[in-house]
């Protein structure tokens, strides 16, 4: 009965023509519920700044606030607070109307799931602080699992064990590879949160999976921010990716990246459980690399081009052409077996994200 006599009071004194000083005549604690009111209104409007205003005028009357304000003020703060001490004191706030007005107030529920979103935020914030405690240690994890890759010649696109090749794949050529690094795992969403604040990945909530829906633009500022301290990773080239796919100079002629058998070296449409997996699960190849075939395609540096005529023969990337798409490699947890060969490409705009879409670094050696 209360607040819905406030509520009246509160829509009079805020009809057109009604002079502004009429309401700071009101009574200290009436001022105080009207405000409160105003507040609880421009939350529901989506000013959440306008509310805190109106809380701190209430604040600044020296009185006690009214049951209300707990509510409405730690509403504001874990739902639109800029940073862990807001949310711990909607939290705190919430928690103390909860107890006060008991489950069966009108405002009990929601009061609880404002909890929760604080919960929530602090969670994610201890998480991420843990992370990037934890950056120097998995870049030393990462730079550990740099393979050194041998330079050589092979024959790339649609040699005689990739069978049912796209016209992509054409025409066959001999490319000699200059020595590189790659990474021997797929990029994972711990590492990429480390280095981003972030984690855009649909199967998330799993470190050790491939980081997901990125695209190769995103790419690009992950790899700026992983240099900043003097390091020189990059994309693989395609060439230098199919190469070390096939095994390098220990290449054993393999449809698929270590094996003529997908299920034993790829997570792909009938065994991925529709999902991605932790990396390092499968068979490696031939050098110690894993999931080159499966778990996530891997975007590689080149700008896309239908075939393989006029493309560098040093392994290079080919950077000439439509640069608005790049080219994809690997195949996924959602492929077929034909997907996931050693010598199958596509290509996507370089802002795509999709959630079978990731990749490895590269490294060109100091010398």
């Keep these: ?43 529901a409007g989506g000013d959440p700044q306008r509310a805190l205003q109106a809380l701190r005028e209430v604040e600044a009357l020296d009185i006690e606030p ?41 405002y009990y529920p929601p009061a609880l799931e404002a909890i929760l979103t604080a919960e929530d935020r602090l969670r994610a914030a201890a998480r991420l602080a843990r992370l990037r405690g934890r950056l120097a240690n998995i ?10 890759v041998e330079g050589g010649s092979f024959m790339m696109g649609c040699t005689p ?23 021997r795992f797929e990029m994972t969403q711990e590492l990429w949160e480390a280095v981003m604040d972030e984690n855009p990945s649909t199967f998330g909530d799993c470190p050790k999976c491939p980081v997901e829906t990125v695209g190769w633009n995103d790419i690009q500022a992950f790899l700026r921010k992983l240099n900043a301290q003097g390091e020189r990773y990059r994309l693989p080239s395609e060439a230098e990716w199919e190469y070390a796919a096939r095994g390098g100079s220990l290449s054993k ?12 070296v790829a997570w792909y449409h009938e065994n991925s459980g529709n999902g991605t997996q932790p990396v390092g699960r499968r068979q490696a190849n031939e050098l110690d690399l894993f999931d ?20 560098p023969a040093d392994g290079s990337a080919r950077e000439d052409g439509d640069c608005r798409r790049r080219t ?40």
């Design 328 to 367: 994809i490699r690997g195949g996924s947890w959602s492929g077929k077996p034909n997907d996931i060969r050693s010598a199958n490409r596509l290509w996507y705009p370089t802002d795509f994200r999709n959630n079978n879409l990731g990749f490895r670094i590269a490294r060109t050696p100091s010398e």
């Design 253 to 264: 002629g393999h449809p698929y990246a270590g094996s003529a058998n997908p299920a034993e």
């Design 139 to 148: 870049t030393q994890e990462m730079n550990a699992q740099m393979v050194r």
């Design 292 to 311: 080159m075939s499966g778990n996530v395609r891997e975007w590689v540096r080149d700008c896309w081009h239908g075939s393989y005529d006029g493309a």
């Design 66 to 106: 009214p049951p209300m304000f707990a509510y409405v003020k730690g509403r504001v703060l874990a739902e639109h607070g800029d940073g862990e001490d807001a949310w711990r004191e909607g939290r705190l706030l919430l928690a103390r109307f909860a107890v006060a007005a008991g489950p069966d107030a009108e």
């Design 161 to 183: 064990e990739q069978e049912r090749c796209d016209t992509d794949e054409h025409p066959v050529r001999t490319v000699q590879v200059e020595p590189f690094e790659i990474s």
């Design 1 to 43: 009965m209360r607040t819905t006599l406030l509520l009246l009071l509160f829509l009079s004194l805020s009809s057109p023509g009604m002079p502004s000083a009429m309401a700071q005549d009101l009574p200290p604690d009436v001022l105080a519920d009207k405000l409160v009111l105003e507040a609880s209104a421009a939350l």
